[in-house]
């Protein structure tokens, strides 16, 4: 029909932009589109045409076209339900998500049995960090259409960011009963898996979605980090080159790659890809230092570097190891480090100054996060520095607590079980107290725990617990915690930052590790060359904390048995 005829029959545009429609549904976008442009060509402030093409544009990946048609749609009927929740999910798609909220609320106070919007709601809410509210609203869509298999599979991710996850993997088999096919959902539910600790059924998950969508970039990188969590660290390599295949800029795959390449030892490969860990997902945002990066490219004699720490307490002081090189080399180091390590640290030998994190920095030519020193220094493993003692207790705080350590009978055990709850790892490297129940029955010895944070039921128990001293709550800084681990004979901990604290001082370490450690403390043996005076003590098998604590208990007795004790 043609120009004309269309702007003067409000009959036949509608019947144009009904064809429009059922192309979209379709997924001819192209001709749902050219259709679309046409009639707005004839009637420039036609609501149907604005807001499907707004649509048209959204589902081709141009959200930007998309929302300044919807928003002239909008404003020739700003009370379209419809409009309005296209509106919140186009906002959604640009990263827009407080505005997109706004949107979806708007819809919802026109037509609250607005199932899609109640969905995009939820998703919005997902977003932006409220899962609680987000399940609720998911609940309210599957009021309202309780076959709707998109509500239910996005409940099921609500209930992974609120940490329930069997209640996840419920809805989301509940998807799959019905629609198998589904990628997505097949790659939620190995997550669902790999977070229960059931690498296994999660690779199997994620093999499943793989072959729905065999070049699925985010179910081959979850895949490898699950291999990685089976010790199946060369498979888990390949599945994350795949990746890289697909997409070489991948900074997960990049990272998730060092990460395997360290665990085995492949210092010189690993260290430059670790350096992709400012660009994975969930990585805060650079910090900017308005000066130079150094990472080992020149030498640094007569210049001033500040080294800066980057991530726990426990890297902070693994890796200020570098700093009485650097000093050796010629430079000025400076060091900023989180402010419970700031006493301490300053003792360390080479630092011309240390300050606080967020304190006045002082003046600095280049600086260095101090996880970025390895690969700065060109560090493998037959090279890392380590020359320990590099760290030492303050002399006045070993006299606070100097007499009541000492009173304590032979050997002297200081212990911690639990490390940060808000660890990302933390369900695989801490340990129940009740676990630890063979190790109180050993005769004789003494135990201090220094373990900071007592959650729940642990609370209680030690103050229950024969020959057991607790010191954890009089633990003022680490300055305390250095003092402790410098009177007693042995710590022996889980993998937190009291292990590196007492390694870098160079007392008896003994830590406790899972299945799929940490990177650094690599596989198959039972030393350290981060820390030569460690001793580390591995599950055979994921969860088998008994066995660690079995050979604990028997590596004890032969340490009370020894002429030292």
């Known amino acids: 029909m043609a120009k004309a005829d269309l702007r003067a ?27 679309c442009t046409r009639v707005l060509k004839a009637r420039p402030d036609w609501f149907d045409a604005l807001h499907l093409l707004g649509l ?53 106070a026109l037509a609250p049995a ?23 609203t998911f609940d309210q869509a599957l009021a309202l259409e309780p076959r709707f298999l998109g509500a239910r599979a996005n409940r099921g991710n609500a209930l992974v960011q609120l940490g329930r996850f069997d209640e996840a993997l419920a809805e989301y088999d509940a998807v799959l009963s019905a629609h198998p096919s589904h990628a997505e959902t097949n790659f939620n539910r190995g997550n669902a898996l790999a977070s229960l600790g059931r690498q296994q059924d999660a690779i199997a998950a994620f093999d499943r979605a793989l ?131 700031k006493g301490l640290l300053a003792r360390v030998e080479g630092i011309a100054s240390t300050v606080a994190r967020g304190e006045q920095l002082p003046d600095y030519d280049v600086h260095c996060p101090v996880g970025s020193l390895p690969h700065a220094l060109r560090t493998d493993v037959a090279t890392i520095p380590a020359e320990i003692p590099y760290l030492s207790a303050d002399a006045k705080r070993i006299a606070k607590w100097r007499e009541r350590i000492e009173a304590l009978p032979l050997p002297r055990i200081a212990l911690a079980w639990a490390g940060s709850s808000g660890h990302a790892n933390d369900r695989n490297r801490s340990i129940a107290w009740s676990r630890l129940a063979p190790l109180f029955a050993l005769e004789p010895a003494s135990f201090v725990s220094i373990q900071r944070d007592l959650c729940g039921d642990d609370a209680e128990l030690p103050a229950r617990t024969p020959r057991l001293t607790h010191v954890g709550d009089e633990l003022e800084d680490f300055e305390d915690s250095a003092a402790v681990a410098a009177l007693v004979d042995v710590v022996i901990s889980v993998d937190t930052s009291v292990v590196h604290l007492a390694g870098a001082m160079g007392r008896p370490t003994w830590i406790l590790l899972p299945f799929c450690p940490d990177w650094r403390w690599m596989l198959d043996r039972d030393d350290s060359p981060w820390y030569p005076t460690a001793r580390l003590f591995r599950q055979s098998k994921p969860g088998d904390w008994d066995s660690v604590i079995g050979r ?14």
């Open 9 to 35: 029959n409000p009959a036949a545009l509608a019947q144009t932009v009904d064809e429009a429609a059922a192309c979209y549904r379709q997924g001819r976008l192209d001709e749902a589109e050219k259709i």
């Open 56 to 108: 048209v544009k959204l589902q081709s990946g141009k959200a930007g076209a998309a929302l300044g048609l919807l928003e002239a749609a909008l404003k020739l009927n700003p009370r379209s339900d419809a409009a309005l929740a296209n509106l919140g999910m186009t906002l959604a798609t640009l990263n827009r998500d407080a505005n997109a909220l706004v949107a979806l609320d708007k819809a919802l």
């Open 114 to 136: 607005n199932v899609e919007a109640h969905n995009n709601r939820g998703n919005v809410l997902l977003k932006l960090g409220r899962p609680a509210e987000a399940l609720a």
């Open 211 to 341: 072959a729905l969508r065999p070049n699925y970039v985010k179910a081959l990188i979850n895949r490898g980090i699950a291999l990685q969590a089976c010790n199946r660290f060369q498979e888990a390599l390949t599945s994350l080159r795949q990746v890289l295949a697909l997409d070489k800029d991948s900074a997960d795959a990049h990272h998730n790659e060092a990460l395997a390449l360290l665990t085995l030892g492949d210092y010189r490969r690993g260290l430059e890809q670790y350096e992709w860990r400012w660009q994975r997902t969930g990585m805060p945002p650079r910090r900017k230092f308005g000066k130079p990066l150094w990472l080992g490219e020149y030498p640094l004699a007569r210049k001033t570097i500040l080294l800066h720490a980057e991530q726990g307490l426990g890297d902070t002081i693994q890796f200020v190891r570098y700093a009485p090189l650097l000093a050796r080399s010629g430079a000025k180091v400076v060091l900023e480090v989180q402010p419970e390590l």
């Open 552 to 565: 604990v208990c028997e590596a004890l007795s032969e340490f009370s048995a020894s002429p030292a004790c």
